[in-house]
């Protein structure tokens, strides 16, 4: 077992379940998206971290959580013109305000859901991509969560997570890790001392 969990454990078996999930206050989105703010706290910078998510021509792309629009403007314009962008959150009030936000910006084509990401309104094998910026660990079943994934999920899709360690704890987050492992091919992982990235490929 690494420092981080990122590897698979046969030698403690991960517990069936796991819940607990903390949401940020909608309130509190405008002040930990300011760009300043986080380049002085040496947080994520958008446009360099979705670097990783793929743009093909023709993809759907949605983004679990997007909450106050942090990394969707940035994904929007990183899709381009030719792909599909969804935005889902559970906050009706979060959405219509990221649409008023978005309407002028170019980039992909959006739409906009208010919706449950342990139950994701989408029919199976349906997009391409699946980006959870930092929303995962605020839902209140992340098991329940990474199955809609896989079941969203086109095969060869992708699926795009960015996790905050404060928040997601070893506990919380290493039958998180195992689920994914079991369900996905691991393409890539990277850690720092507050995040953790990943991303798996559906088979």
């Known amino acids: 077992m690494t420092d981080l969990d990122l590897k698979t454990s046969t030698t403690h078996p991960a517990p069936p379940d796991v819940r607990g999930g903390w949401r940020t206050p909608d309130r509190l989105y405008r002040l930990i998206s300011s760009p300043v703010l986080r380049m002085i706290l040496g947080w994520d ?19 679990v959580g997007s909450g106050g629009g942090f990394y969707t403007t940035a994904l929007k314009a990183h899709l381009g013109s030719e792909n599909d962008l969804i935005a889902l959150d559970p906050s009706p009030s979060a959405m219509r305000s990221l649409q008023h936000q978005l309407n002028d910006k ?3 084509r959006m739409s906009y859901v208010a919706g449950d990401g342990c139950k994701l309104p989408l029919a199976d094998n349906h997009a391409d991509t699946l980006f959870y910026g930092y929303s995962l660990e605020e839902m209140p079943d992340p098991l329940a969560a990474i199955r809609e994934a896989h079941r969203v999920l086109r095969p060869g899709g992708e699926l795009v997570l960015f996790l905050w360690r404060p928040v997601f704890t070893r506990h919380r987050r290493r039958p998180v890790i195992a689920l994914l492992d079991e369900l996905f091919e691991r393409r890539r992982a990277a850690a720092g001392p507050q995040n953790i990235r990943l991303v798996y490929r559906k088979q």
């Open 106 to 108: 170019p980039g992909a």
């Open 45 to 63: 910078l958008p446009r360099h971290d979705l670097r990783v998510v793929s743009r093909h021509p023709g993809r759907i792309c949605l983004e």
